[in-house]
C-alpha cells in the first residue's frame, strides 16, 4: 500500500498530532505524516517534529503572503492529504480549492451542535446529556462540512469543562485514525 503523504496543522498541544504519528507507524494505516506545519512557534506540539524526525514549518497567519507560503511548501513536500487537529486559524478558500476533499479536522463536540470554540462550557451550560467529536470534511463554513465520523458519550452530573475535555480527547485519539482509516477504505 503506497500511503497518503499528509501535513497536520496544529496550533496547541498537539496530543492529536501524536496520536496520528504513532498510528501512521502501523504499515497498513493508510496515510504518512510527512510534514507538520504550526502557526504558534510556543506550541506544545512542535516538540514531536523533532522528536520523530518529521519536518516542521512554522508560518506567522498574520503574514498576508501566509496562504502562499503554505501552499508551496504543500507542493514541496508533496502533500496529498491535511488534518487539522487543533489548528486554531480558518482555513483559507485558496487552500480548501487546492485541496478540496482533502483536508479534514476534528472538533470536540457532536456536530452540528456547538460550531466555534469554548465548546465544553456550551455543552454544560445547555444541560446536553451525551457529547463527544467528530472528525469532518473542511470547506468554507465554520465546522460545517461532510461528517465523515463521531463518537459519543454519557454526561454524568459531576462533569465539569476539565471531565468533559478529558473525555473527549480520550474519544478524539480513538475517532480521527478510525475517520481516516474509513476514507480510503471508500476510496
Ligand atoms: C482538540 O480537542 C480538537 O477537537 C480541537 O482542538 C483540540 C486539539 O487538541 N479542534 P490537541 O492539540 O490535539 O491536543
Known amino acids: 500500500m503506497v500511503k497518503k503523504k499528509t501535513c497536520v496543522f496544529i496550533s496547541g498541544k498537539g ?5 496520528l504519528i504513532s498510528y501512521s507507524r502501523d504499515k497498513s494505516f493508510p496515510i504518512k505524516i510527512s510534514l507538520i506545519i504550526c502557526n504558534n512557534n510556543k506550541a506544545e ?7 520523530y524526525n518529521i519536518p516542521l514549518i512554522l508560518v506567522n497567519t498574520e503574514n498576508k503572503n501566509s496562504d502562499n507560503k503554505i501552499l508551496s511548501q504543500l507542493k514541496n513536500y508533496k502533500i496529498s492529504f491535511i488534518c487539522l487537529a487543533g489548528y486554531m486559524k480558518i482555513i483559507s478558500n485558496k487552500i480548501i480549492k487546492e485541496f478540496r476533499n482533502r483536508i479534514i479536522n476534528i472538533h470536540p463536540s457532536l456536530l452540528p451542535k456547538f460550531k466555534g470554540l469554548n465548546t465544553f462550557s456550551r455543552v454544560l451550560k445547555n444541560k446536553e446529556i451525551k457529547s463527544g467529536c467528530t472528525v469532518h470534511y473542511v470547506n468554507n463554513k465554520l465546522d460545517a462540512g461532510h461528517i465523515i465520523y463521531n463518537k459519543k458519550f454519557f454526561l454524568i452530573p459531576s462533569d465539569n469543562e476539565t471531565t468533559l475535555k478529558y473525555k473527549t480527547q480520550n474519544l478524539e485519539h480513538k475517532a480521527f485514525p478510525q475517520a481516516i482509516i474509513s476514507i480510503f477504505r471508500n476510496r
Do not use: D, E, Q
Not at 496530543?15 to 496520536?19: E, I, R, V
Not at 506540539?45 to 522528536?51: D, E, L, V
Open 15 to 19: 496530543s492529536n498530532l501524536k496520536n
Open 45 to 51: 506540539g512542535i516538540k514531536y517534529a523533532k522528536r
